[in-house]
């Protein structure tokens, strides 16, 4: 995907700081990104809580027009408003820009968890699937819900496109093996045209990257019994969605965990935790999350060595200083932690 770019060569980006610790990280994302020489404009725009304060609309317009033209968005933690009938701001989004890939790695980030050196990629599809929600029921006598129905749809274009996607990526990070998660053993139909658009697609890749296939529920049991073995997952949608939270769970967490959304329209960047309330203002949020969201975007974006040079000074700033957030153990603020990054940024330059 082309990115544009204005005559300073910087890469404009829309920047949503979201609600709650949003603000808080986002202002610790940009700093350590500064001192990165990071080279992007940021298009400062509301949304969630803020959205609807400023144009009553948790997605509004303006912000939508910034993401369009953009291409690229860097997104804090937006809060779902409760009641007003707002539509997932998540879903609007997904649809909009038609953000078919869900990119979930999960990387040990702090030793002697119950799970060390994990290093996975979980690639999920996004638009299809079992979230479709083509849903309703059937009336049996007085029972509205007697029975529920609903019908997936993966088509061979969007499994072809995941899978594609998948195995790009892969070669992009030097990886070695995509294995294509499925169930086409019982839903031979709604799974098996992903099974086979994914095996044609790996035939492409031969000789450069592996592939193999699991099924679905014994997937969930190697990867907790040995995730190693693992290297890129690409799955559909409802699968995607459980085994993305099954290895975060690996690494300790949503804490720490990015994910990207990626699409033909736009790709957006985010931390999968939400805006948490009930630290929100005291300034003790761990921004690791989405920094490293900031460096799945460097990557996107081509940025691949100040991506690498970020991961590093945060394995440095976690593992040999010792600076840390509450919620890794330690005491740190959150400026003191993104300090931290700052100063083994320019040490290392
Ligand atoms: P949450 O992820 O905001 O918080 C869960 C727990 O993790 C809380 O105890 C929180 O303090 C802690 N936590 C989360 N991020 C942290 C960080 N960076 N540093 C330190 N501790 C952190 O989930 P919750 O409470 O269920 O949701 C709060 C709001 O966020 C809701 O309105 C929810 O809808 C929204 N949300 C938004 C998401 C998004 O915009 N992508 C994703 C998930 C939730
Ligand atoms: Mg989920």
């Not at 969007?158 to 790009?168: K, L, M, T």
């Not at 969201?293 to 700033?317: E, P, S, Y």
Request: net charge negative.
């Amino acid at each position: 995907m082309s990115t544009p770019t204005h005559g300073s060569n910087k890469i404009p980006c829309t920047l949503i700081p979201g609600d709650g610790i949003g603000p808080e990280i986002v202002e610790a994302v940009i700093q350590v990104l500064d001192a990165l020489g990071a080279p992007f404009e940021w298009d400062r725009q509301a949304g969630g809580m803020a959205g609807i304060a400023v144009g009553g609309d948790p997605l509004p317009y303006a912000t939508l027009d910034s993401i369009r033209r953009n291409k690229l968005a860097l997104k804090g933690p937006l809060t779902t408003p409760v009641g007003g009938g707002f539509r997932s701001v998540n879903v609007r989004m997904r649809e909009e820009f038609q953000l078919y890939a869900n990119l979930r790695p999960a990387h040990t980030l702090v030793p002697g968890g119950r799970y060390d050196n994990i290093d996975l990629i979980l690639v999920r599809e996004n638009l299809e699937g079992l979230y479709v929600a083509f849903e309703h029921y059937i009336p049996v006598g007085d029972d509205p819900h007697a029975v529920a129905i609903s019908s997936g749809v993966n088509t061979r274009s969007g499994a072809e496109r995941i899978v594609r996607y998948a195995f790009e990526h892969a070669l992009q990070q030097g990886r070695k093996k995509v294995t294509l998660v499925h169930k086409a053993n019982v839903l031979k139909a709604l799974t098996g045209v992903f099974l086979e658009a994914g095996k044609h697609i790996a035939k492409e890749y031969e000789g450069r990257i592996e592939c193999d296939d699991r099924i679905v529920d014994a997937c969930a049991m190697q990867l907790v019994l040995n995730p190693w073995q693992f290297d890129v997952i690409v799955t559909t949608n409802l699968f995607g969605d459980i085994l993305s939270d099954l290895i975060a769970g690996l690494v300790g967490g949503l804490g720490a965990a990015p994910g990207a959304n990626i699409g033909e329209k736009a790709a957006i960047f985010e931390a999968v935790h939400g805006s948490a309330p009930d630290i929100a203002g005291k300034g003790i949020a761990n921004p690791t999350a989405l920094l490293l969201a900031a460096g799945l975007m460097m990557d996107h974006v081509g940025l691949t060595d100040q991506a690498r040079a970020l991961r590093k000074a945060i394995d440095g700033v976690l593992n040999t200083d010792k600076v840390r957030t509450g919620d890794l153990g330690g005491k740190a603020s959150t400026s003191e932690y993104a300090n931290a990054l700052v100063h083994r940024i320019g040490s290392a330059g």
